[in-house]
T-cell receptor, first 112, second 116 residues
Framework: DGGITQSPKYLFRKEGQNVTLSCEQNLNHDAMYWYRQDPGQGLRLIYY???????QKGDIAEGYSVSREKKESFPLTVTSAQKNPTAFYLC???????????FGQGTRLTVV | DAKTTQPNSMESNEEEPVHLPCNHS???????IHWYRQLPSQGPEYVIHGLTSNVNNRMASLAIAEDRKSSTLILHRATLRDAAVYYCILRPAGGAITGTASKLTFGTGTRLQVTL
């Protein structure tokens, strides 16, 4: 079955450390997205990529970095520069304006 | 961005129908109305979408007002597994996705509680 896989589901990080969240899709979608969700809040766009080897900043890109070396993969690195990294991170992919968006199961990152 | 307005929370008894409203008074003629739901600690999942006509699928029905300024997601028989946050969002139709206009604008949605 086609879908998006995020790993790990839970992640703990010490302050000052970088950490990378994985996102893989086998839907053959060109466009992939990273969102952040805080408790009781909506989704905020961190980065997106609409084609391999290209990506763009979203609304809250500071303290994050991404790469898109393969169509299937869009990893997100939370750097030590991100002041408040504890959150639920969601990866999504979708094609076409009116079509269904697919989300991964999310990674809950906690800074300890 | 065209915005949507939903009640913060709703309650339903199991096995009863649930009508989840959404107002989108600034919707443009080319916006699709999408509904997603998010179960606790999971990513959002697609429920249904429509443009002008009412739509049905195995999960739910979508009733769209004639002027398209509001819509209602209908769960015909709520179960405990339907307890989730339901989001109504708008997505433009036509053409290729470009730029940040392609982002999905999820607000805080409606938290549906289902009780026995």
């Amino acid at each position: 079955d086609g879908g998006i896989t995020q790993s790990p589901k839970y992640l703990f990080r010490k302050e000052g450390q970088n950490v990378t969240l994985s996102c893989e899709q086998n839907l053959n979608h060109d466009a992939m997205y990273w969102y952040r969700q805080d408790p009781g809040q909506g989704l905020r766009l961190i980065y997106y990529s609409q084609i391999v080897n290209d990506f763009q900043k979203g609304d809250i890109a500071e303290g994050y970095s991404v790469s898109r070396e393969k169509k299937e993969s869009f990893p997100l690195t939370v750097t030590s520069a991100q002041k408040n990294p504890t959150a639920f991170y969601l990866c999504a992919s979708y094609e076409g304006w009116g079509t269904e968006a697919f989300f991964g199961q999310g990674t809950r990152l906690t800074v300890v | 961005d065209a915005k949507t307005t939903q009640p913060n929370s709703m309650e339903s008894n199991e096995e009863e129908p649930v009508h989840l409203p959404c107002n989108h008074s600034t919707i443009s003629g080319t916006d699709y109305i999408h509904w997603y739901r998010q179960l606790p600690s999971q990513g959002p999942e697609y429920v249904i979408h429509g443009l002008t006509s009412n739509v049905n699928n195995r999960m739910a029905s979508l009733a769209i007002a004639e002027d398209r300024k509001s819509s209602t997601l209908i769960l015909h028989r709520a179960t405990l597994r339907d307890a989730a946050v339901y989001y109504c969002i708008l997505r433009p139709a036509g053409g290729a996705i470009t730029g940040t206009a392609s982002k999905l604008t999820f607000g805080t949605g409606t938290r549906l509680q289902v009780t026995l």
